[in-house]
């Protein structure tokens, strides 16, 4: 497919490579988005906005040698694309980029920092034809994007700016630390806010790894889902579930859900279907009140098939949950199709609500949506009293955040439910 790019990139792009093909270099590609810069609507008007527009443009034209092709491909989005001798002199140019940035801008008043992800793929390493390495690097920089804020993601494989000495570690020793139990999982509670009750908790794993300490999972489960160890995680998981199931009923913990996270990954096989079929009969799975949470980027494509298992799982009554929602793809005709019971919205529209009246309005429009498609809403991300007092105008939703409680081992939890 070819790409929406400015058709003389696209012809510049092409004579690039067929240089650099009868040459020792490599061509790098470098896919850069600033931070959606709508936080900053309320602070500037169209003509400042220009003016920022013109700003990044001449900082980003200072870095540029006259050979460099260079283009603006969306709002706050650029394509950058030279030679380099070898991989980490692209790496040093993207660093030296967001070095660039790393001062702050004043405009009306307002000072702000601009945040930078980059993706970075290289002909003939990660691609083979303009549209592969226009992909990569457009991908690559989506991932690192979901991962933080000026970090740069190098090719097909390497999620983050990780060293990839660690990189290399997590590839290798995932698999012994799902069977010695360095991977294990914790709960963090979700509170009704009309009931002023815990009613369920998000599993979340964890990994101690003994040489490299605490992992995050927004290192490790990248890294799972590419070799193939999402599965096994995954049906960890559930089990994990069925055990908490277990332990919550003995201590009379009743109407209290568990959420399990599934990545797309997983989700698109036919092998997770067959999971779902082989747990849901041997373990003592309370599915009525387990939940899947789904993130809006399988909604992307297949949409026919993501629908099939959805409904599958509705036949198991399991609840099916659209994470992150709102930062994604999800488009309206979505949510009238699939059969999906609860929004979850992302934390990055409830920080400082309680100050933004655009974020009110925005999450007013949402719960409404919710309300007239019968779906639930649960608000991620809550930490500050007053980001709870903004929430508690709305009853009947459920929110989750460090404010009602951090991510807990299963006893832990249990002792929080106890006592509230
Ligand atoms: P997520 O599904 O969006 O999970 C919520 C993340 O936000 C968790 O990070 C949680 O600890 C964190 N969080 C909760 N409340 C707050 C808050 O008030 N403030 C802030 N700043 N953060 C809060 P965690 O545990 O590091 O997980 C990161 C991501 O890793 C998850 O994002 C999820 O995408 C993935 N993940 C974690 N466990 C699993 C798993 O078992 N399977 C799969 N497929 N993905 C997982
Ligand atoms: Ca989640
Ligand atoms: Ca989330």
Not at 21 to 29: E, R, V
Not at 68 to 81: C, E, F, R, T, V
Not at 83 to 110: G, L, Q, R, W, Y
Not at 132 to 155: C, D, H, P, R
Request: hydrophobic share 40%.
């Amino acid at each position: 497919m070819k790409q929406s790019v400015p058709e003389d990139l696209y012809t510049q792009l092409g004579q690039k490579i067929s240089l650099t093909s009868s040459g020792p270099n490599l061509l790098a590609l470098y896919y850069i988005a600033f931070d959606d810069l709508a936080y900053l609507d309320d602070v500037m008007d169209r003509i400042q906005e220009d003016f920022l527009i013109e700003k990044i443009d001449k900082k980003i034209h200072s870095l540029l040698d006259a050979a460099d092709l260079y283009s603006k491909i969306g709002a706050y989005q650029y394509i950058i694309a030279h030679d380099v001798e070898s991989a980490k002199d692209a790496e040093e140019f993207a660093k030296h980029f967001i070095h660039t940035f790393s001062e702050p801008c004043i405009i009306n008043s307002h000072m702000f920092y601009l945040f930078a992800s980059i993706g970075i793929s290289l002909y003939s390493i990660d691609a083979q034809t303009i549209d592969e390495l226009i992909n990569t690097a457009k991908s690559t920089m989506k991932q690192v994007q979901k991962k933080g804020k000026n970090l740069i993601g190098m090719g097909q494989t390497q999620p983050t700016f990780a060293s990839s000495e660690l990189y290399a570690s997590i590839m290798r020793d995932l698999p012994a630390a799902l069977e010695n139990n360095e991977i294990y999982f914790v709960y963090q509670l979700q509170y009704a806010i009309g009931t002023k009750r815990f009613t369920g908790a998000e599993i979340l794993a964890r990994w101690e790894h003994p040489h490299y300490g605490p992992i995050s999972p927004s290192l490790f489960i990248p890294i799972a889902e590419q070799n193939g160890m999402i599965a096994p995680l995954t049906i960890h998981s559930i089990i994990t579930a069925s055990k908490a199931f277990e332990v919550l009923q003995a201590e009379r913990i009743h109407d209290f859900t568990l959420s399990v996270n599934i990545s797309p990954s997983f989700l698109m096989t036919s092998q997770f279907n067959e999971t779902i079929k082989f747990l849901t009969s041997n373990y003592a799975l309370d599915t009525e009140k387990l939940r899947f949470e789904i993130t809006e980027e399988v909604l992307m494509d297949h949409t026919d098939y993501l629908k099939q298992t959805l409904l599958t799982l509705k036949q198991y009554n399991i609840k099916i949950e659209l994470d992150d929602f709102g930062t994604g793809y999800t488009s309206l005709k979505h949510l009238a199709y699939l059969p999906i019971d609860a929004l979850k919205i992302d934390k990055s529209f409830v920080t400082d609500i309680d100050t933004s009246e655009k974020k009110q309005s925005l999450f007013r429009a949402i719960t409404e949506m919710a309300r007239a498609l019968d779906m639930e809403v649960i608000a991620e991300g809550i930490e500050t009293e007053e980001e709870h007092q903004f929430i508690q105008n709305f009853p009947a939703i459920t929110a989750q955040g460090y404010k009602y409680a951090k991510p807990l081992p299963l006893e832990a939890m249990v002792k929080c439910i106890q006592h509230t």
